[in-house]
């Protein structure tokens, strides 16, 4: 691989088919579900996992939970009345104008290595016993691919210094460590960081991380591309296998009907306003423009579609994949 993945479109992407449907991936089990509050008459009331192909490769979403934040934080430079109206108009806020937020894992089975990118927040076993259901155990999985330092990413990593995964190599993003590394104590950001330097100390103590950088592949077929400004050092994915892809864009854009239709609206956890908004734009028109298959870690389960041009804008609605 060559290092021109800085969100340009590439040729690579063309020919992209239609993923492949109905193969088993991993073991396929049911669905288990741990909380009593997802049963109703024993029936499980909402997926805990989605398994789907990626050309070669075996992919699943684990839903890792999913909460509630405020709306208005989607749109911190718009006219507040606007953005209320906006997450009206999707009848996707509640009362109090909070509207959900999904927390996606994505696994990979390369054949060679099982890939988990990112590792949630580590606040239930959903995501080990979800993997448990379909066969894997902690110790299975090789890498871990680290998209950026925020604590619903990285928490998972590790409990009170015990690897969660012990057996895997955690890749962490370079441009996102010297951030983190150059940063102030008084920082407002120090105290985020310092969590994420917890939760990553048991994996560097047992040299089990490696940095790395824009246009890398940790695996034949898995691109890291830079994606800067959610955070300093964030990095989207672009996983090939076969003639088929999927683009990882991570946290470039959260709520996905505020992103897509609104993408110059600020979020208000971006570090970097206009680059997050000059990114989430280039990677939502390679969605449109090249026929680019997306998955986003906090839109709704399991995260994986397709965006479409409005006319001539730089504004999308979204096709979520069906399944
Ligand atoms: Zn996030």
Do not use: C
Request: hydrophobic letters at 40%.
């Amino acid at each position: 691989m060559t290092k021109q993945h800085n969100i340009s479109r590439r040729d690579i992407l063309k020919g992209i088919g239609v993923g492949a449907l109905g193969v088993a991936f991993f073991q396929q089990s049911t669905p288990q579900t741990s909380a009593q509050d997802d049963m109703m008459m024993g029936l499980p009331l909402a997926a805990k996992y989605y398994g789907f192909m990626i050309g070669d490769f075996q992919a699943m979403v684990i839903a890792d939970g999913s909460g509630a934040v405020p709306g208005a934080i989607m749109g911190v430079n718009a006219d507040a009345a606007d953005v209320a109206a906006f997450l009206e108009s999707k009848k996707i806020a509640d009362e109090e104008g909070n509207i959900p937020n999904m927390f996606d894992i994505l696994v990979v089975s390369t054949g060679d290595d099982l890939i988990l990118f990112d590792t949630g927040l580590g606040a239930s076993d959903q995501l080990v016993s979800t993997l448990g259901a379909v066969g894997i155990s902690p110790e299975d999985v090789t890498k871990i691919m680290i998209s950026h330092f925020h604590p619903d990413h990285v928490n998972g990593l590790s409990s009170d210094g015990t690897l969660t995964f012990p057996n895997a190599q955690v890749y962490f993003p370079q441009p996102e460590m010297d951030f983190m590394e150059g940063t102030p104590d008084d920082s407002p950001a120090a105290g985020t960081i310092q969590n994420a330097m917890g939760k990553l100390q048991s994996a560097i103590d047992a040299d089990m991380v490696t940095y790395y950088n824009d246009g890398d592949s940790p695996v034949e077929g898995i691109t890291a591309m830079a994606a800067h400004g959610h955070t300093p050092g964030m990095m989207v994915f672009m996983i090939e296998s076969n003639g088929e892809s999927l683009l990882n864009i991570v946290d470039s854009a959260i709520n996905v009907y505020t992103g897509t239709e609104n993408p110059d609206w600020h979020i208000q956890f971006d570090a970097i306003p206009d680059m997050a908004v000059e990114n989430r734009k280039k990677l939502f028109a390679m969605s449109s423009d090249d026929n680019v298959r997306l998955f986003g870690y906090h839109f709704p389960f399991p995260g994986i579609g397709y965006t479409v041009r409005q006319g001539d804008e730089d504004a999308w609605t979204w096709t979520p994949t069906s399944y």
